[in-house]
């Protein structure tokens, strides 16, 4: 970034995530925080400038790191557009900047009261999947590491002190934040559960598993067959979080062949260019079909 860049870049109104963390973090769990925190930004100022007539560029404003300590992840943001190859501030608005923020701890707060209800709705759930997984990604970082914290401020720059001022601070513990990921999955089982299946109800048979949990997503070694579907073994991923528990608990039952045990579950199927199904995406699991019992078992078990 050239100086003078960084010069601009420091005078406009910015944002300070602090991680404060005191254990080694894995990089891409780091890079995920930052990068979800930086898809919420875009997101709230595409909408804020639909709201209010804003520029129609609103939605090119990228966050950009000015500075980065060390002890912790201290890491101060602001806000910029790229123009011609250089990176022009966006000066004119520190509350919008604020607004965002605020907006964050409404979203981190909601999260934490969806984990203490003793209930979860449909209609509980007031934010998009891709906004509770960006935050869930945010939180997770602070809640699974002991005695951190997460820090959101908003520095604007003071021209007559050539100082920064601190015009916002808003301080989540481990604890919070570990309550906030709890309620983020809640919520986004509920989500799960609301999107809709290809196949219903189809008996699923493991053909080979992984030692660990079912992925939802990447390279995956899981195979199953159901074979009102395809005869073949085809890579098979678990969406709901309840589900991963659930199944995994079966896999790792030594009484049972895994191999032999039936799971009656709802799936999305995709399928290559020539029609064939090539991917199974387990969106419900309503029951689990032991080898040796001949009949249906309570799925909460």
Same mark, same amino acid.
């Given at each position: 970034? %050239?100086? /003078? ?16 963390? /005191? ?6 769990? !780091? ?16 909408? #804020? ?16 790191? &000015? ?18 190859? *250089?990176?022009?501030?966006?000066? /004119? ?17 909601? !999260?934490?009261?969806?984990?203490? %209800?003793?209930?979860?709705? &449909? ?16 939180? @997770? ?12 401020? *908003? +520095?604007?720059?003071?021209? &007559? ?26 919520? +986004?089982?509920?989500?799960? @559960? ?6 219903? %109800? ?14 939802? /997503?990447?390279? &995956? ?14 890579? *098979? ?6 589900? #991963? ?8 039952? %030594?009484? #049972? ?10 799936? @999305? ?6 029609? !064939? ?10 029951? *689990? ?13």
């Amino acid at each position: 970034m %050239k100086s /003078s860049s960084l010069e601009n870049l420091m005078k406009a109104p910015r944002i300070r995530l602090h991680l404060d963390v /005191s254990e080694p973090v894995e990089l891409v769990e !780091m890079t995920l925080a930052f990068q979800g925190f930086g898809y919420e930004y875009q997101d709230f100022i595409k909408s #804020h400038a639909k709201e209010t007539g804003g520029k129609a560029n609103a939605g090119d404003v990228r966050l950009y790191i &000015t500075k980065i300590e060390s002890n912790c992840i201290l890491a101060e943001l602001a806000p910029a557009l790229p123009l011609l190859g *250089v990176l022009a501030p966006v000066l /004119s608005d520190v509350n919008t900047v604020a607004d965002f923020i605020r907006n964050m701890k409404d979203s981190i707060d909601w !999260m934490k009261a969806l984990a203490q %209800k003793d209930d979860v709705r &449909t209609d509980d759930i007031i934010e998009s999947k891709r906004k509770i997984n960006n935050i869930k990604n945010i939180v @997770n970082l602070v809640g699974k590491n002991k005695d951190a914290s997460l820090g959101l401020d *908003v +520095l604007r720059y003071e021209e &007559t002190s050539g100082k920064d001022r601190a015009i916002l601070e808003i301080k989540f513990t481990n604890a919070e934040c570990r309550q906030a990921e709890q309620g983020a999955m809640r919520a +986004l089982e509920i989500l799960d @559960n609301k999107e809709s299946a290809d196949r219903e %109800k189809v008996l699923m048979y493991f053909y080979q598993t992984n030692t660990d949990d079912p992925k939802t /997503s990447g390279r &995956t070694g899981d195979k199953a067959i159901i074979s009102s579907i395809s005869k073949e073994p085809l890579s *098979v991923y678990v969406i709901p979080e309840v589900a #991963h528990q659930k199944i995994r608990y079966v896999l790792d039952d %030594k009484a #049972h062949n895994p191999l032999q045990t039936g799971f009656v579950v709802d799936v @999305n199927i995709e399928k290559d260019r020539k029609g !064939m199904p090539r991917i199974y995406r387990v969106m419900r699991l309503h029951d *689990v079909i032991y080898g040796d019992e001949g009949g249906d078992i309570d799925p909460e078990r």
